[in-house]
């Protein structure tokens, strides 16, 4: 009987003392400003700020810089076709390409269409004839608006070339002669192939797990800033236990982004219309996992963290390429093994992906099944690690304060 009380008593100590780290990491949190910005402020603000800036989908009117050196009909006609399409918009017309890429480096003009002179000469020769069409590749959807149109443009021309050589009597013939094969281009999942809905679902998810990582490793490093021997875990009774710390704090984590992350992911693609065709449950349950793995993660790698500085440092940088290695913005057939097999060790990596394909491709949670594991599998792991390292910085914890009890008796001992 004594030792069924005696257990029930360290339960309800233990639950205790994972209350009290609970209430006293919420209030770090909120009179931290640092941690309360990576937090609060910047998974709310910036989402919206990043979807609204992508709003739009594509771009258009995009100013082009013409070199004509032809000066014919066919020049023209070429040009007016080009400067009628909603993309792009003819802005300057240039004597030489050195005026046009004076152009191009004040950031005028974005790209350039360069007619030679010989044009109207060699497609009146029958021979064929080339125009160049020069893009500024550091702006991609730029890029993109310049070159479609200028290959929509020059395909149309040659159709029309052909009818004319052809000497066919009936519509039909024309149709054959220009497009033999017909094909109908259906666009899945991302209709309008807008660059917002093929980027933000990823973004929304990377800002979940980096602001996670930024305000753990900001709590950290302000932890061992008011200790005396830089340790993570101070020196009280209520810190006397390794599952009651990592519960602790985990579950301050997990109730603060319980709402974000459900924000993130449900909230923000209905406010700026992106595709959202999955079943809110299905994300839910995977958000379960992700966001828990981005804690133990993140709780891991604190115990790096000497000073609040070095999370800047540490984290910021690591967006992109984290970005990267979950195969929405590079394929991930051209990745390495090698960065493959460590983006297995990011949250990001399984969880961009989980959310990807039921949020714009209607996938089931049946579906991403192996990301879902995954997801669970990296919980665990990081789990124990979290709880590995915490263990060890209670035994330095402990460590330091019997030296400063030491010191204390000795300074007491010489006393006169």
């Not at 994972?18 to 941690?35: F, L, N, P, R, T």
């Not at 080339?130 to 021309?157: D, H, P, R, W």
């Not at 985990?250 to 109730?255: D, K, N, P, R």
């Not at 990807?356 to 996938?363: D, E, F, K, Q």
């Amino acid at each position: 009987m004594k030792k069924k009380e005696t257990l029930s008593g360290r339960i309800r100590e233990g639950i205790y003392d994972m209350c009290y780290i609970w209430a006293k990491e919420m209030k770090a949190v909120v009179k931290d400003e640092g941690v309360l910005i990576f937090f609060i402020i910047v998974p709310l603000l910036y989402p919206l700020l990043y979807s609204w800036i992508y709003n739009n989908e594509v771009v258009r009117e995009v100013p082009v810089a013409v070199v004509d050196l032809s000066h014919s009909n066919m020049s023209r006609q070429l040009l007016r076709h080009y400067d009628a399409a909603p993309d792009v918009r003819v802005a300057y017309h240039c004597d030489n390409m050195e005026e046009a890429k004076r152009l191009i480096g004040h950031q005028q003009a974005y790209g350039i269409i360069y007619i030679p002179a010989d044009f109207d000469t060699r497609l009146n020769r029958m021979e064929q004839a080339t125009v160049g069409v020069y893009c500024n590749m550091s702006f991609l959807l730029y890029y993109k608006a310049i070159y479609q149109t200028a290959t929509a443009v020059v395909g149309e021309m040659n159709s029309g070339i052909q009818i004319a050589l052809s000497g066919n009597y009936t519509g039909h013939e024309d149709e054959v002669t220009t497009a033999p094969l017909t094909y109908d281009e259906v666009p899945l999942f991302n209709s309008t192939a807008g660059y917002g809905s093929f980027i933000i679902p990823a973004v929304l998810i990377l800002v979940i797990q980096q602001t996670l990582l930024l305000g753990i490793g900001l709590a950290a490093g302000t932890a061992r800033e008011h200790n005396r021997y830089r340790d993570l875990v101070p020196v009280s009774r209520h810190y006397n236990g390794i599952f009651r710390i990592v519960l602790g704090k985990s579950s301050c984590y997990a109730m603060v982004y319980a709402v974000l992350a459900a924000f993130e992911v449900l909230v923000v693609p209905r406010l700026f219309s992106f595709i959202h065709i999955g079943d809110p449950k299905a994300i839910l349950w995977v958000m379960v996992p992700f966001v828990l793995a981005c804690i133990f993660f993140g709780m891991f790698i604190s115990c790096i963290i000497r000073y609040r500085e070095n999370v800047m440092l540490i984290i910021v940088f690591t967006s992109v390429p984290f970005l990267f290695l979950t195969g929405v913005s590079w394929p991930l057939s051209s990745i390495p093994g090698a960065w493959q097999g460590f983006s297995w060790l990011i949250p990001s990596t399984f969880g961009v992906r989980a959310y990807v394909r039921i949020n714009s491709m209607g996938a089931t949670l049946a579906d991403v099944r192996p990301e879902y594991i995954a997801l669970w599998i990296q919980v665990l792991v990081y789990f124990f690690l979290t709880c590995i390292v915490y263990r060890y910085q209670i035994i330095m914890a402990r460590r330091h304060a019997l030296k400063r009890l030491e010191e204390i008796q000795t300074t007491i001992r010489n006393l006169p």
